[in-house]
């Protein structure tokens, strides 16, 4: 029984390890709730509750801390971070410099001084020069776009 706890320890110990492993490296707040389980897990353990009791620990430990800590994360940390040129695009009205049509493969717009190649998001749709359009979504390099209606 005691050789059977020492591997369930170096268990929740390696989860624990592992766990903030994963958060340095990703530096996004994937992991840490998941850590504080593993830690009150291993603490459990090593008070010698038996490993239901640790089980249901990691979980609740877990979710609590899911819950309860992530929005205030979220709001508070990396609050400086500025949106991204892919992120920025999406759902600004673009002017269209070059015929779309997605079945000749052409369409061209310029955004934010970057020539773009543009796709409509229904492949039956064309789109005029300088007419304009709402971006939608970037798949790869392209943008695709709908017909602009004002809202």
């Known amino acids: 029984m005691v050789m059977q706890d020492s591997y369930i320890t170096i268990a929740w110990l390696g989860l624990l390890i592992l766990l903030l492993i994963i958060e340095i490296i990703t530096v996004g707040l994937t992991s840490i709730w998941a850590a504080g389980g593993a830690l009150a897990a291993l603490i459990l353990n090593i008070l010698g509750l038996s490993l239901v009791w640790q089980i249901v620990a990691f979980f609740v430990v877990t979710f609590v801390l899911l819950i309860f800590t992530r929005p205030f994360a979220v709001r508070f940390i990396n609050t400086q971070r500025e949106k991204t040129n892919y992120e920025g695009i999406i759902g600004k009205t673009i ?21 773009w190649t543009v796709r409509a998001q229904e492949d039956q749709e064309i789109l005029e020069p300088e007419t304009l359009a709402k971006v939608v979504n970037i798949s790869g390099v392209k943008l695709i776009v709908k017909k602009y209606e004002e809202e």
């Open 95 to 115: 002017r269209i410099a070059e015929r779309v049509d997605n079945m000749r493969q052409t369409g061209m717009a310029v955004v934010n001084g970057q020539e």
